[in-house]
């Protein structure tokens, strides 16, 4: 069905109406998996496809490993999956110019997504430490999250989910949010959006708030680790592994 769209890539296309499926199914028994092998047997054929297949993606174990194993029954075919080092993701950590900018421009576009909801949330009145609708009503973590899906559709920002939690759940790790909280003054607020973008790549950023003010137990975490963030940058270069920045990290904080 998404032929014109996968027209697009450049890439050559295979069209599984060229195919007789429902022949290869009543052949083959009913069974789906035996039908699909079969299908797919007859288009690696038809590209040239030599006897070693690699396989690549995301998909339901379940899906993959039965298929995988009938395609590679008769031993027409060696069926082969890379487990670490794959070439899929040696070609992923290089970005050429193009892609470098397809990722600065949803990180431009996340920003501004940002600083849209900062201003949102600053447009409110305070009535004791909860923030007001106008019409009268507190201003909830839903009331947010319903305002940062509609400005990230407005550029054509692909956001499943997002994380914006309040308080307690601000210390949860991955905690999405509780959609009926208030937003507080003084309550420490977690952001964290990741949105797909131009050319399929995402933006991930997160951002920690407190609006009026912040309590000195927050004050005193925001310090500590600005000076973790200095202490990483200084020490960063393209010849260590990254995990012994992440080390140098984790013993900064453990000396606090």
């Known amino acids: 069905m998404e032929r014109d769209e996968a027209a697009r890539t450049g890439l050559k296309l295979i069209n599984r109406a060229d195919y007789d499926y429902p022949a290869l199914l009543r052949a083959c028994g009913g069974s789906a998996v035996a039908a699909h092998a079969a299908l797919l047997r007859q288009v690696l054929r038809d590209v040239g496809v030599g006897r070693r ?30 487990g670490e080092d794959d070439v899929i993701t040696r070609a992923r950590k290089t970005k050429d110019p193009h892609e470098a900018a397809l990722i600065r421009r949803v990180c431009e576009l996340t920003e501004a997504v940002i600083g849209e909801t900062q201003e949102f949330l600053q447009s409110h009145r305070a009535s004791g430490d909860v923030l007001i609708r106008p019409d009268g009503g507190a201003l909830t973590v839903g009331d947010v999250k319903r305002f940062v899906r509609r400005r990230a559709a407005e550029r054509a920002l692909q956001l499943a989910d997002f994380i914006f939690a309040i308080g307690r759940d601000a210390g ?22 990741f949105p797909r973008g131009p050319g399929g790549y995402h ?54």
């Open 53 to 82: 297949v690699g396989v690549y993606g995301v998909e339901e174990v379940n899906v993959v490993l039965p298929l995988m194993s009938e395609l590679g029954r008769d031993g027409a075919y060696e069926i082969v999956a890379e």
């Open 172 to 193: 949860v790790p991955h905690s999405a949010g509780n959609e009926t909280d208030p937003i507080r003054l003084g309550c420490t607020m977690v952001f964290d959006i």
């Open 203 to 256: 933006a991930d950023i997160t951002r920690t708030w407190c609006l009026g003010y912040a309590s000195l137990a927050v004050e005193r975490a925001w310090q500590t680790v600005m000076e973790a963030h200095q202490l990483a940058e200084g020490r960063f270069n393209t010849r260590d592994w990254t995990w012994t920045f992440n080390e140098a990290v984790c013993d900064w904080f453990e000396s606090q």
